[in-house]
């Protein structure tokens, strides 16, 4: 047989999904406050901090894991709470990857964002507060287009997955991590049959958040 | 010291962009319920000085007092002046959605209860004509009917202070005149102090008790007041 569609695929596939979900809203949660506030903020090493912010961005996915690995092991500060080989280690992995590239691309679409959209509001009553929301809400096409570049970072990687998902058979295996078990094991169809899902989901959230795009011109 | 039934009092004040000095007022004063206009070429800090005195700029010195409370105090004294003043640009942004999302903005920011809406909309669309408009993507505008749309958005909230930024360029010549009469209307019922900025030296002689000229930064009184 060419490739094999079963319930452990299905799994794959689920968890996948699910953790990349959680990871990039969760990291959204963050990011998105986040480049609001740094957009909004005037301080002197605001500069260097973006710099940071955008070299993070290409921060490799194995460091990530290598430090989440230091922090979750028996002998790190959160080895007690039994995360390291969890779903919820993965979800911690990805959550750092995708703050990065959240923010980031969160500080970009309030830069591009015509500067009338905050004189205007707070002109016409609007608090500091409720000026922040009306930036998010005239700013939400490219914050969708930030989150969607979050998820697609999150939903692709495999070295932070593997090293503190464990890549368990039915508990921790993500469609990478069995596209990179089955490509050591020398089963390449069905590694390449996990890969097409891979990018057939990819593709479809980019579709869906492109779409959400062209709606709004 | 302020001078009592000053509305706006201005002092040594100083903006500058960069090394480049926009505007320098040695002491203006404007008392409540005038209307004034600011005439003066492209860049002679016209749109500057609006939006200084609608706080969305800070000078880069002197003072600056509104109703006796200076725009310097904490940040709860600033929004309490900001509650009364509105400013509409000369090219005004319409947040997306409708024209009538656009119009009750500043009614709901401000909360003002929701019963009292349509009477507070009621004459604005009228006179500005945009009744037939308001179910209309604000996007999809012309720039005449841009700028009625967020003077209405500006009327509706019966601001003590409304400063408007060439409030007419863009609307037909046609719909001027009423549009004028309007803003006349709004003070006498409503003490409102109206400071706009115009090309049109005839539009400030007709409307204005008070014409200050503007040259590369620095005012002069032309007609009907002075400086102190």
């Known amino acids: 047989m060419f490739f094999s569609w079963n319930r452990e695929v299905m799994d794959i596939v689920g968890l996948s999904f699910r953790v990349s979900t959680l990871s990039t809203f969760l990291a959204s949660l963050m990011s998105i406050p986040l480049g609001l506030s740094l957009f909004l903020s005037r301080f002197r090493g605001k500069p260097f901090l973006l710099q940071v912010v955008n070299s993070l961005m290409a921060m490799p996915t194995v460091v990530i894991g290598l430090l989440v690995y230091g922090v979750l092991s028996r002998q790190g500060p959160l080895g007690p709470l039994g995360l390291l080989y969890t779903p919820g280690a993965i979800v911690i992995g990805e959550v750092i990857m995708a703050l990065p590239i ?44 930030a989150v969607g570049a979050g998820f697609g970072r999150v939903l692709s990687e495999v070295g932070s997955a593997l090293m503190v998902g464990g890549n368990i058979r039915g508990y921790t295996r993500t469609m990478t991590t069995a596209i990179a078990l089955e490509t050591s094991k020398g089963e390449f169809s069905q590694a390449l049959f ?21 709606r709004r011109s | 010291m302020q001078e009592a039934n000053a509305l706006y009092r201005l002092s040594g004040m100083t903006k500058h962009y960069g090394e480049r000095l926009v505007l320098d007022i040695p002491l203006l004063q404007i008392p409540p319920a005038t209307v004034c206009a600011l005439v003066g070429e492209n860049g002679s800090g016209k749109s500057t000085l ?48 409708k024209v009538y999302d ?3 903005f500043g009614l709901r920011t401000r909360g003002v209860p929701k019963g009292l809406w349509p009477s507070r909309m009621k004459e604005p669309l009228e006179v500005l004509e945009l009744e037939h408009l308001l179910g209309r993507p604000a996007h999809g505008l012309s720039a005449g009917e841009t700028q009625r749309v967020a003077l209405a958005r ?75």
């Open chain 1, 194 to 214: 996990l890969g097409m899902l891979l990018l057939v989901l990819a593709l479809s959230i980019n579709v869906l958040v492109r779409k959400s795009l062209r």
């Open chain 1, 102 to 145: 959240i923010t980031a691309l969160t500080y970009a679409a309030f830069e591009g964002l015509d500067p009338r959209v905050r004189r205007t509001a707070l002109t016409l009553g609007a608090t500091l507060w409720s000026s922040s929301w009306v930036m998010i809400r005239e700013a939400r096409y490219a914050l969708l287009a």
């Open chain 2, 50 to 97: 609006l939006r200084l005195l609608a706080l969305l700029e800070s000078a880069t010195s002197g003072e600056l007092f509104c109703q006796g409370l200076s725009v310097n105090g904490s940040r709860s004294q600033r929004a309490e002046i900001r509650r009364e003043v509105t400013l509409v640009e000369q090219n005004p942004y319409l947040f997306q959605g």
């Open chain 2, 154 to 228: 500006a009327l509706v909230i019966q601001p003590q202070v409304l400063l408007l930024d060439e409030p007419t360029a863009n609307v037909d010549a046609g719909r001027v005149p009423r549009i004028e009469q309007f803003l006349l209307d709004v003070r006498a019922q409503h003490g409102t102090t109206i400071l706009f900025s115009t090309h049109n030296h005839d539009q400030a002689d007709r409307m204005a008790d008070q014409v200050f000229q503007l040259v590369q930064g620095r005012i002069r009184v032309l007609a009907g007041g002075a400086l102190s």
């Open chain 2, 102 to 104: 656009n119009i009750v």
